[in-house]
């Protein structure tokens, strides 16, 4: 019997390293051969005579003497000002990131610990507001936006950004403060804290890696955002995203696909730095029950 159960524990393992294995190559595929493609030419990269130009650079050697160029890099960050579209960017999902936690963290608390009926039925409006497309509450702000000469700029962008994510980081966070014992609260402030005081030196600190990953995903939100960004700003507000979108030209106007690319791992890598620097926190943070709801 132990003998069975070893064979089953092991082939269950290696059929989970193999799912886990493929799965990791077709998740890392994509943007290791828009990696190493940035580095070519578009003839190269887009070869449909030879996919093997994009690996030898067949074209690239040609036109710049080297297998590898950093021309999209140049053309990106220097020709069309990406650095701008960075700076941009990390205006929005910083002030959308800290406004949202800052809401949720009080509001999450409050509403888990009211114990009244009316916490239940805000949690439920803001679900709906959750669920209903970002294209809707976007064109809801567009008149007041445009009556008030406000388009284009970051301040109502982060407004909007923050609207939508609010109901997301109260139900993230609500989730945690449940799991923490109200004996806590009770405790300090037996021992003189007033409620705000043990709110922030008490259940903060025990709750922080439910706000790393909750501040993650309302990070991830703005910095990926699209539909959003490209509505409400204008062109030299632009963040990243519509940026990239920019760089592949349209009907009217030819673009330039290698500073695409190149813009495209320029704006992935930090994600991969960020997950990775908090990656403990974030796995302590899910598996403290925030995804429960």
């Not at 995903?217 to 490209?230: I, K």
Request: aromatic share 16%; proline share 3%; glycine share 8%.
């Amino acid at each position: 019997m132990i003998t069975k159960a070893k064979s089953r524990f092991s082939t269950l393992t290696v059929l989970s390293m193999m799912l886990v294995g493929l799965w990791l190559i077709i998740a890392a595929f994509p943007f290791v051969w828009t990696l190493w493609g940035s580095f070519k030419v578009q003839a190269d990269f887009f070869s449909k005579a030879d996919w093997s130009n994009a690996i030898y650079g067949v074209h690239t050697l040609k036109e710049t003497g080297s297998a590898f160029t950093g021309a999209g890099y140049h053309g990106a960050w220097v020709q069309e000002e990406f650095w701008r579209n960075v700076i941009n960017t990390s205006i929005v999902v910083f002030f959308t990131v800290v406004i949202s936690l800052t809401f949720g963290t009080l509001g999450g608390y409050a509403l888990a610990r009211s114990g009244q009926r009316y916490a239940f039925w805000i949690l439920m409006i803001s679900l709906v507001f959750r669920a209903m497309p970002h294209i809707t509450l976007v064109s809801g702000y567009l008149l007041p936006f445009f009556k008030w000469n406000l388009w284009g700029i970051l301040p109502t962008t982060i407004i909007v950004l923050v609207a939508i994510n609010q109901p997301f980081t109260l139900w993230m966070l609500h989730s945690f403060f449940l799991n923490i014992p109200k004996d806590m609260d009770e405790s300090a402030m037996v021992d003189g804290c007033t409620r705000f005081q043990a709110f922030r030196h008490v259940i903060i600190p025990v709750m922080w890696p439910g706000v790393i990953t909750t501040g993650l995903f309302s990070f991830l939100l703005a910095y990926n955002d699209f539909a959003v960004t490209s509505m409400l700003l204008s062109g030299e507000n632009e963040t990243m995203i519509p940026a990239i979108a920019s760089f592949m030209g349209n009907v009217q106007q030819q673009g330039n696909v290698m500073f695409a690319v190149a813009a495209v791992v320029s704006a992935t890598a930090p994600l991969f730095v960020l997950v990775l620097f908090f990656q403990r926190q974030i796995v302590s943070g899910l598996t403290a029950g925030a995804v429960k709801g």
